[in-house]
Each structure stands twice: as structure tokens, then as C-alpha cells.
């Protein structure tokens, strides 16, 4: 059964970088076709996709966001992350991560509980 | 890139119908039968209800059924149940390997 784990900081200060890794346990990250995912749901609002990563490291951001993302992806550990730069209070979220089928359908199939990061002083 | 119109909520009691809208464009919704609903509890992970407009992942019952009309597509819940009550979000892709999301439906069990 597949599984992710999101982990990383809880608290980042404003105008730092968020870094948040989600482990893959269950499955290859470099033996199948899936694309990688971070998504983010803000408390009591809806989810914004940020991005995904494909084992061979091809990367597909958000348009609005893509200016301070980076997602890479490390198939030694199983496990892909996420930086966001520049983060402010806008960016108090759940981070999700989840796996997408290929074909460009935005089929997310399996997903990580999620961890809260709040960005304050 | 805008996010999807979904409306805020909807319910239904035990047993009816209730159908959510989620609107975009012709450069979204409308451009490609890419559109998937995920249903989410609170305080979980969003779970994968239907994808490609019409399909449903095993183990997900057919009371939940999805289609498309140009720029909306839309999720049928039928037989309502308690355990329905939950928040629905739409996506769709978007071209160029994005991907968007609908601002999320309440739907309420009366």
C-alpha cells in the first residue's frame, strides 16, 4: 500500500524559505510513470496545486507561484521536497503531497495526511 | 490562473439528490474531459471520488457520478447518506502541465 509522509518545520519566519520533504514508502519514486505533487489548503480555504516532479526531475509550477518554487526530487531516499522562498503570512497552509497519474489527467490517487506550517515571527 | 467557480454549498436530506456545479473556461473545463472531484472530512486527506469527468476509482460507490456541459462540469451524490457530508473540490487541468483547483463546496446531510 502506498504511502506519504509530509515532514519539515512547522514554524517559518516571514521572508524565509519553507522546506518540506514528503517521503514515499510503498513504491518506487524512479520505477513508475507518476508525476509528484505539493498542494496546499490555507485554514478554512480551498487547495491550491503548487507543483509537481517527475523522477527523471522535469517540474511543472504553478504560474503564480512559480517565481519562488523549487521542487526537487532525490530517488536514492524515495522522497521528493519543496522550497518556497520569500513566504509570508499568505502562506499558512496544510501542505499536502500526492501522487498524479500520467496522462495530464489531474487524477491525485494518493495523498499525504498533510502537515500545517504557519509562517509568523 | 483563476480558481475554479464552485458554490460555497449545497445539501440534500437522506435519500435525495444534490448535484455541484464547477465552472472554468475554454482553456480549462472546457479544453479537456481532465476534470476529477475529491471529496474531504475534516481534518483529512482529500480522497478521489471521480476523474476524467465520468470515471470512478474502484471502491467509490455509484451513487457518485460526474459529467461535463462545455465550461461546467458537475458532481451527482444520489441516495444521500450521512456520511456524505464533507467538502467537494473540483480540478481540472489546465494546458502546459497545470493544474487547478475549485474554491470547494460544502455539502450538508439535512
Known amino acids: 500500500q502506498l504511502q506519504l509522509q509530509e515532514s519539515g518545520p512547522r514554524l517559518v519566519k516571514p521572508s524565509e524559505t519553507l522546506s518540506l520533504t514528503c517521503i514515499v514508502s510503498g513504491d518506487s519514486i524512479s520505477s513508475s510513470s507518476y508525476y509528484w505533487n505539493w498542494i496546499r489548503q490555507p485554514p478554512g480555504k480551498g487547495l491550491e496545486w503548487i507543483g509537481s516532479i517527475y523522477y527523471s526531475g522535469s517540474t511543472s509550477y504553478n504560474p503564480s507561484l512559480k517565481s519562488r518554487v523549487t521542487i526537487s526530487v532525490d530517488t536514492s531516499k524515495n522522497q521528493f521536497s519543496l522550497r518556497l522562498s520569500s513566504v509570508t503570512a499568505a502562506d499558512t497552509a496544510v501542505y499536502h503531497c500526492?501522487?498524479?497519474?500520467?496522462?495530464?489527467?489531474?487524477?491525485?490517487?494518493?495523498w499525504g495526511q498533510g502537515t500545517l506550517v504557519t509562517v509568523s515571527s | 490562473q483563476s480558481a475554479l467557480t464552485q458554490p460555497p454549498s449545497a445539501s440534500g436530506s437522506p435519500g435525495q439528490s444534490v448535484t455541484i456545479s464547477c465552472t472554468g473556461t475554454s482553456s480549462d473545463v472546457g479544453g479537456y474531459n481532465y476534470v476529477s472531484w475529491y471529496q474531504q472530512h475534516p481534518g483529512k486527506a482529500p480522497k478521489l471520488m471521480i476523474y476524467?469527468?465520468?470515471q470512478r476509482p474502484s471502491g467509490v460507490p455509484d451513487r457518485f457520478s460526474g459529467s461535463k456541459s462545455g465550461n461546467t462540469a458537475s458532481l451527482t451524490v444520489s441516495g444521500l447518506r450521512a456520511e456524505d457530508e464533507a467538502d467537494y473540490y473540483c480540478?481540472?487541468?489546465?494546458?502546459?502541465?497545470?493544474?487547478?483547483f475549485g474554491g470547494g463546496t460544502k455539502l450538508t446531510v439535512l
Open positions: 500526492a501522487r498524479q497519474v500520467p496522462g495530464g489527467t489531474p487524477k491525485f490517487d494518493y
Open positions: 480540478n481540472s487541468y489546465a494546458g502546459s502541465n497545470n493544474v487547478i
Open positions: 476524467e469527468v465520468n
